[in-house]
């Protein structure tokens, strides 16, 4: 089946420096999200980007199709931006997502 | 814009109990799924529907019983706990296939 492969596992920051996460993944993606989920709290989605580079806020997501790889760069990273970042890709018609195991940030002053 | 609930927030059952966790969301859209999260195992699916009355299963589903009586919600039933359940269970929504999805804020399940 579908598999997503995350890189880093995890990252520390300090305030201020960018950040790039990885995301590969085995077949071609129909959809592709990003989703931010802070300690103990639900999936927020970032971006739904499956072709090109789309940008929100200080996040840019670039994802290359035919490479099966996406990425999310964080610009001058925040305390806030502590978290978890996950990638996932759509399976086949209705059957939902599969996700990566995800990018742990921290974020320090 | 619309929400995603589910109730309860926290669930504590007994091993062998039966348990239904609740999902409702208000964006009107077709499709529903349950997800479960382990730590260090990500996201795996459980149950789906892609209308009202429709049930699809993942690949998790053994052990639990899903139900989509209204196209507004969604539940998931653990059809007899156990310990190595204990996990977080979330409910998300889309419009359409390949569309935007959409998570609620989780049921976290505790198995005494």
């Known amino acids: 089946g579908q598999q997503v492969q995350q890189s880093p596992s995890s990252l520390v920051l300090q305030e201020g420096e960018n950040a790039e996460l990885q995301c590969n993944f085995s077949s071609t993606a129909t959809q592709l999200q990003w989703f931010y989920q802070s300690p103990g709290g639900s999936l927020v989605s970032l971006l739904s980007?499956?072709?090109g580079t789309k940008h929100t806020g200080r996040l840019t997501s670039t994802t290359v199709t035919k490479e099966r790889r996406s990425s999310l760069h964080i610009s001058s990273s925040q305390t806030t931006d502590s978290g978890t970042y996950l990638c996932?890709?759509?399976?086949?018609?209705?059957?939902?997502?599969?996700f990566g195991l995800g990018t742990r940030v921290s974020v320090f002053p | 814009g619309g929400i995603i609930t589910q109730t309860p927030k926290f669930l504590i059952g007994q091993e062998g109990q039966k348990l239904t966790l609740k999902c409702q969301q208000n964006?009107?859209?077709?499709?529903m799924y349950w997800y479960r999260q382990d730590s260090g195992k990500g996201l795996r699916l459980i149950y789906y529907s892609i209308t009202e009355n429709d049930l699809q299963k993942g690949d998790l589903s053994e052990g639990y019983d899903a139900s989509r009586e209204k196209k507004s919600s969604f539940s998931l039933t653990v059809t007899s706990a156990q310990k190595n359940e204990m996990a977080v269970f979330l409910c998300?929504?889309?419009?359409?296939?390949?569309?935007?999805?959409?998570f609620g804020p989780g049921t976290r399940l505790t198995v005494l």
């Open positions: 998300a929504s889309r419009l359409g296939n390949y569309a935007e999805q959409f």
């Open positions: 964006f009107n859209h077709d499709t």
């Open positions: 980007n499956p072709s």
């Open positions: 996932a890709i759509d399976r086949n018609y209705a059957q939902g997502l599969t």
